[in-house]
């Protein structure tokens, strides 16, 4: 994720498993890993934005912080 190019670099789709998953570097330079799925529409949320602070998903533009 060193080539992200700062936190607000992409949301990295990957498996783990047979679960998909979104990897994303946050504000705090954390890396996140979690379901890649959006509670609302069921839409990937590595199909969004990695805002930095956030994940905005392409569906409607939900946000997801670090917390979830």
């Keep these: 994720l060193a080539a992200c190019g700062g936190n607000d670099g992409p949301a990295y789709p990957t498996l783990g498993g047979d679960k998909p ?3 994303w570097r946050g504000a ?12 609302h529409r069921s839409v990937r949320l590595s199909a969004g ?9 392409v569906y409607h533009g939900w946000r997801f912080d670090e917390s979830g």
């Design 21 to 23: 998953l979104v990897i």
């Design 28 to 39: 705090s330079g954390a890396i996140n890993v979690w379901l890649d799925l959006c509670p």
């Design 49 to 57: 934005r990695n805002m930095g602070e956030y994940l905005e998903g």
